[in-house]
């Protein structure tokens, strides 16, 4: 009787057990369903601006740090086999935006892991994804030696995974736009490229406030939209104009309006600046500086 009460009672452990273990799977599920179900919401309700990705990527591929590590070389039946590396990869990946992806393990068996590496576009719903097996084991000096550590076996499926995580990034990247990537990678490394966009607009904002007094919401009143949007067109418009003041052949007053500042302020900056004249009358002229101030300081962010 009492053997018979035994398993009973170890039945109802393990059917509590299991019951539990199924509970706290469907909530992990249910739980990631969620989150898939928060990133696509996001991705449609701010869709990525291609133009400005790929701008974001070229300026990139102009690091020297980055085209160092930007491709990949290795002998394969007397040919030499080049491409884009899982550096450039991640960077693409990044500045490509509402793209899901990375390696997960599925489940660890003893002497091998199965994972997965994914890229997931989660605009246009379009994904690729390689389910592959790691071995815990290496080959040195001739002889297979077994991974006991659960640090190199975690590295050892990072490792493995890195190629097959880079198959499927530029398996969703547009092929143009990562020909365009390698090119300037190459380029940079020839010596051929100046710093990214974005660090030379700045510095000619620097430049057109030093030695002209333009600040730039005039210069953003004059193109129409603002400085972080700016191309390489807006760029070397910026270089004639800065060229034409330098040279005498054209005044500030013929290409900006200094009061576009003061058009642009927002009420609160009104209200600081309303005070601060009851308390101690200033000139104009410090009001805008300090509005430019604040937008410099934005724009850096």
């Known amino acids: 009787m ?22 706290l799977a469907q909530a992990s599920a249910s739980r990631e ?15 990525r601006n291609t133009f400005q990705s790929e701008q974001r990527i070229i300026d990139n591929c102009k690091r020297p740090a980055l085209a160092n590590v930007a491709m990949y070389q290795y002998p394969r039946g007397g040919t ?11 960077v693409l990946a990044q500045n490509w935006g509402n793209l899901s992806f990375g390696i997960k393990e599925l489940e660890q068996r003893e002497g091998e892991s199965v994972a997965m590496a994914y890229a997931w576009d989660l605009e246009t719903n379009v994904r690729q994804e390689k389910v592959f097996t790691v071995k815990h084991s290496f080959k040195a000096k001739g002889h297979l030696k077994k991974l006991e550590d659960p640090r190199d076996i975690y590295e050892r499926v990072a490792s493995d ?22 090119e300037e990678c190459e380029r940079t490394l020839a010596g051929q490229n100046s710093k990214p966009l974005k660090e030379r607009i700045a510095s000619a904002l620097g430049a057109f406030k030093e030695q002209h007094r333009v600040t730039q919401p005039m210069i953003e009143e004059r193109f129409g939209y603002n400085a972080d949007a700016f191309t390489e067109r807006d760029y070397l418009d910026l270089i004639k104009i800065f060229n034409s003041l330098k040279d005498g052949m054209s005044k500030v007053e013929d290409w900006f309006d200094k009061g576009a500042g003061k058009k642009e302020s927002s009420g609160l900056a009104n209200a ?30």
Do not use: H, W
């Open 80 to 90: 030499k086999v080049t491409g884009p590396s899982i550096r450039l990869a991640e």
């Open 272 to 301: 600081f600046t309303e005070t601060k004249k009851e308390e101690a009358p200033k000139p104009e002229t410090k009001v805008e500086e300090a509005t430019t101030d604040d937008n410099e300081i934005s724009f850096e962010q």
């Open 2 to 23: 009492n053997d018979l009460s035994n398993q009973f009672q170890y039945q109802q452990a393990s059917t509590s057990q299991g019951l539990g273990q199924g509970v």
């Open 161 to 182: 995974g890195s190629r097959r995580l880079r198959a499927c990034i530029l398996g969703i990247i547009p092929g143009d736009i990562v020909d365009k990537a390698v």
């Open 33 to 47: 369903m969620e989150e898939v179900k928060g990133a696509i919401f996001l991705a449609k309700q701010f869709p």
